[in-house]
RNA sequence: GCCGGCGUGGCGCAAUUGGCAGCGCACUCGACUUGUAAUCGAGCGGUUAGGGGUUCGAGUCCCCUCGCCGGCUCCA
């Protein structure tokens, strides 16, 4: 009789054999692909020892398909390396959706061989070559991996995984260094990798992958260290899950805001201007305007104060407040004005350096401190629309939400220590409730603290993250705390919004500052007669109102609520003769500040249904010979429902009252 | 900024090994007058992103610039 051991497999306690395998406990379930005892995961080839409390590990679960898809990116490497074999191995970690692996080729790939790479690979799949784990020492791995470099090298760093490269604890971040031999049928190496796993059984175990797109990447994710190629992948449990993947993949296609913003003319970047400059078309320059106005109106209502200031200034504000000093990078470079030289070429008149503001709060402080300040005009809250110029490297601009000009809907609030606390909620507050105006309710914000290097007081630093946090609960919306994550001069709140597909985007910024009253030296007078220093808010709420813009129209997929459509209502005749009643019913409309127009050319009416479909207009009102006996309209909805022969007066009310309550339709 | 892929009427696309730049939509004009997603006909529109080169001949091959796309790095 062979000896027992103990263990307890999903909490039921099992007495077996000892030199089981969880493969032997699962084998009935080909969903298995690994087993967690206690916290570790492992291969279902791993031997269970007495006392193992051990779970199994479904290939759809999050770990699951993290395994799946670090052994895909195994599956790849070694096609990769088959067919490619001066390819030296990077490293190749399972990512959200999917995962890549990084390679140091001579020539970099070609989106063709991926292709081929692709049919390499499902050959090997279909192979059902074994994942097999083996132990090694570092001079072992050392000694038979002195071919790959970059493996090499993170051996050296072992332990120390998280600072070797994001992506790299895949490789090396086990307490001992493993190899994983892929093994054929026969018994034959067929390739082998540095890896930690744990690993599915076999190759055979994929179900569903699919090649994405090559890239480059530096290695180690430093821009210092040279660039390697990199492929990304994505693996799925089942082709319909990966079905799933890629339908949302076209989907956020679909909804992509540049591809929206031609089709619906509301903005182009005419390459005349120049990278990351947008242009508003009568269309987008309608739903922008409302955007504003709302916005506009709910800021007055909140007390704010409005300001406008110029685009460019003088060196010397930026110098103040330290933007030249931190990120002149950043910044479009000066304009060198009003220098005067003699015939010899030496300096008469040495002029001024301009530049475009990157940024608004100089100038807001300059209107702060045009006068001496009293307590009694605190919290002093400044308001605008501002303009700003970054010069973003040329790589990273991205249709509007990484543009080089850009306006920002910006604030700066002045106020007293004491009134920090209840400004940061009320602030809150209110950000959230104009984010929820415009459709967006699914909220996340992320505190974000002292970092190592920072500068002013700890105190300070201390009472503002306290009074964020405690703002943030006020506001009860789910947050977490970023450690060090703050700028060096604030900590802040970020607010993450999801849109309609499930994406997050950041948005609102709050941040409390103490660098800048400094450093413009502001005061204000106080109760006690003495000068002291304001804290300063700075908080943006769109952020920059083009990227608002297009996470909106991506929200929306372009089927914006009535209250911002550009065209909220379409009037389609039956025939040319109900032009006019049509023309009746539409300044009726127009009179109560709706968007209306009436297609009244010569296409026929099921044309211009499916233009305005096309377009996304909310309402369509469509009247022939039938509505008008009965002073009627027929709605067509987008949806393509419609409601026939409803009274004028109804129609009207119903769109008046979608656009003032801002319902969606 | 870095790596790779691209750039053909307003938009979406086609053009064999280098050999007459085409199609659909949009637009204009005309005919038609129809009850919920494309009526018919005619017409206008391109120095093939810009510049240079190779060639008898370049949309196609080479170089540079600009721009776009996907990543990387960055994002006050």
Known sequence: MSEQIRIVVAGVERQVDAGTTAADLFADDRDVIAARIDAHLVDLAHELADGDQIEPVAIGSDEGRAILRHSTAHVMAQAVQELFPDA???????????????????????PDDVKQIDRRMQRIIKEGQAFVRRPVTDDAAAEELADEPYKLELIGLKGNAAEAAEGASAEVGGEELTIYDNVRRGGEVAWKDLCRGPHLPSTRHIPAFKLMRVAGAYWRGDENNKQLQRIYGTAWESKDAQKEYLDRLAEAERRDHRKLGAELDLFSFPEEIGSGLAVFHPKGGVVRKTMEDYSRRRHEEAGYEFVFSPHITKSALFETSGHLEWYADGMFPAMHLDAEYNQDGTVRKPGQDYYLKPMNCPMHNLIYKARGRSYRELPLRLFEFGSVY?????????????????????????????QLQDELAGLLDFVLGLLRDYGLTDFEAELSTRPDKFVGDIEDWNT?????????????????????????????????????????????????????????DLEYQGADGERHRPYMIHRALFGSIERFFGILTEHYAGAFPPWLAPVQVIGIPITDEHVPYLEDVASRLRSQGIRVEVDAGDDR??????????????????????DRAKNAVSFRYRDGSQNN?????????EIVSAVEQRIQV
Not at 94 to 107: K, Q
Not at 507 to 520: A, C, E, G
């Open 645 to 653: 022969g409803v009274p004028i007066d109804d129609a009207v009310f």
């Open 464 to 520: 503002a993250e306290a009074a964020l946090e405690e703002a943030l609960k006020r506001a009860e919306i789910p947050y977490r705390i970023g450690h060090g994550e703050g700028t060096f001069y604030a900590p802040k709140i970020d607010v993450h919004v999801k849109d309609a597909i499930g994406r997050s985007w950041q948005l609102s910024t709050l941040q409390v500052d103490f660098q800048l009253p400094v450093r413009f």
């Open 390 to 418: 970054r010069y973003e490297k040329s790589g990273t601009v991205h249709g509007l939400t990484r543009v080089r000009g850009f306006t920002q809907d910006d604030s700066h609030i002045y106020c007293t220590p004491d």
């Open 605 to 626: 009416m099921q044309k211009k249904i499916r233009t305005a479909q096309k377009q996304k207009v909310p309402y369509m009102l469509l009247a022939g010979d039938e």
């Open 88 to 110: 030296k191995l990077g490293i190749g970690p399972p990512v959200e959706n999917g995962f890549y692996y990084d390679f140091d080729v001579p020539e970099p790939f070609h």
